[in-house]
């Protein structure tokens, strides 16, 4: 019976931003007044034997065993069937990650995990330097993201293959007008322009409503019910 480890796997792969997160909460210290505090509890001093206790006895293990240890775990299990050509017929228990990706990227699933959390312990680590850095940690890890999905292109159809990196093209491009914004607000009231806040903010909208609008046309086009629905309908 292939239920209970399906649903292992999926209630582990859900959890997996959340319980990083948290491990990160654990860690990210912020200065204030030139002394180091964690950035979730001001009362805890960086340097502290409290803070090193967590850290250690805490955060650390959940990094290894579950933000790394989860998706490396599978991977070591997926890539022995890998190996004995095996996999397909473990398709109740790990077609999870596999199906809908192409043969020799059975792996990219456990990559999606992983990035999710690289994300996640991004923010994280990086909010107490504040919008500016965050953003340009967002940037970099996106471009990594886009490199290797182009290297891999992983869906067995090519339309999906060009609506994820449009995904990821519009989150980049979405950051960078952010960054815009962002300089622009900062500036002095001298250099702040109203009209180039408002161009950034259309361009913005139009980007990601022209993704949505590729979204409905792609569901249009290759959705098997809408395509059922179209075929009576031309029947009648």
Known sequence: N???????????????????????????????AGRNFLDADFNINCTSEQYVFWVTTVAVPMFICFTFGVPL???????????????S????????????????IWWFELWNTLRKSLFTISAVIFAPAGVMMQTWAALVLLLLFVVVFS?????????LNHLERGALSINIITLLFGLGLFTNDQAGDDAKSVTLAMLITIGIVGCNLFFVFSVGRTLFLHSQYLC??????RTK
């Open 2 to 32: 292939g239920h209970f480890p399906v649903a292992v796997i999926v209630t582990l792969l859900f959890a997996h931003p959340v319980v990083t997160k948290s491990a990160v909460k654990l860690v990210a210290c912020r200065t204030v």
């Open 73 to 87: 775990a599978y991977a070591l299990a997926m890539y022995r069937h890998v190996r004995k050509g095996t996999l």
């Open 89 to 104: 017929t473990r398709r109740d228990v790990f077609g999870f990650f596999f199906s809908g990706f192409r043969k020799e």
């Open 151 to 159: 290297l891999a292109q992983p869906y067995e159809e090519t339309y």
């Open 228 to 233: 059922c629905v179209q075929t009576k309908s």
